[in-house]
């Protein structure tokens, strides 16, 4: 399974990003999937996550300003990124799980740098 990240990169304060997914190796319509993050000196967290139904959840930090969504047919997940702040500014990590578990797979991150 590999999932790679992409779209990531510097951007000023207020600015937007969206990052890409595309997963392979797996049957991705079956998959839940998922954005995490690591700032630093800090641990991962989730940012946002999306079922393989559809449904949504995020963290608060980021709720009005993210949106995740998946597209089956590229299998691909898309983490759109507005009014981003300093302290978005993190490694994201693309991530899929098979039913509610833990997530299993995990993809090389792409830097976000939010500048002030």
């Known amino acids: 399974v590999q999932l790679p990240a992409s779209g990531g990169g510097l951007v000023q304060a207020g600015g937007s990003l969206r990052l890409s997914c595309a997963a392979s190796?797996?049957?991705?319509?079956?998959?839940?999937m998922a954005w995490y993050r690591q700032a630093p000196g800090k641990q991962r967290e989730l940012v946002a996550a999306?079922?393989?139904?559809?449904?949504?959840n995020y963290t608060d930090s980021v709720k009005g300003r993210f949106t995740i969504s998946r597209d089956n047919a590229k299998n691909t997940v898309y983490l759109q990124m507005n009014s981003l702040k300093p302290e978005d500014t993190a490694v994201y990590y693309c991530?899929?799980?098979?039913?509610?578990?833990?997530?299993?797979?995990w993809g090389h991150g792409t830097q976000v740098t939010v500048s002030s």
């Open positions: 190796g797996l049957t991705f319509g079956s998959y839940d």
């Open positions: 999306i079922a393989r139904g559809g449904n949504t």
């Open positions: 991530a899929a799980r098979l039913g509610p578990r833990t997530y299993v797979y």
